[in-house]
């Protein structure tokens, strides 16, 4: 066992294959390292953390215009585009004590809500990056 762990861990390429075969090896556990990482840490900041009700604000009202992203995907020794239409989105910008977060809404909704407006969001907040996440909003009628 001793001979074996030695043998691989001072194991010393001779041609540039071998070289490849060890870069392409150390960046796969790199990324799949990375992912899993940050799967751990998306689950820790939200799972099991309580729904919280309170007042917002509304801050700002985003707008993103439709476009269309082309993907070519190599089959066989065929370029294939891959066309995805990106459909026009409207959001608020919805203030929580100091934070913000962002809720996508209709485009009626959007044209008809004032910034400065007070709503009612029910919302989560993670407990590593102390961000909010609202998942649910409605205003506040007078």
């Known amino acids: 066992m001793k001979h074996f762990l030695k043998e691989i861990l001072f194991f010393k390429p001779e041609d540039w294959l071998e070289w490849m075969v060890i870069i ?20 820790v900041n939200y799972t099991g953390v309580n729904k919280k009700e309170g007042t917002g604000i509304i801050v700002a009202k985003t707008h993103s215009n439709s476009y269309i992203t082309t993907t070519y995907i190599n089959s066989g020794k065929v370029l294939v585009p891959i066309t995805q239409y990106h459909p026009e989105s409207w959001g608020l910008d ?7 977060d962002v809720v996508s809404v209709s485009e009626e909704t959007h044209n008809s809500t004032k910034i400065g407006t007070n709503v009612w969001v ?3 907040r993670g407990r590593l990056d ?13």
């Open 24 to 43: 392409l090896a150390w960046l796969t556990t790199l990324f799949v390292s990375s992912i899993i990482i940050w799967l751990l840490y998306l689950g």
């Open 122 to 124: 029910t919302y989560k």
């Open 94 to 100: 919805i203030m929580v004590t100091d934070k913000t």
């Open 130 to 142: 102390n961000q909010i996440s609202i998942s649910d909003f409605k205003f506040i009628t007078p």
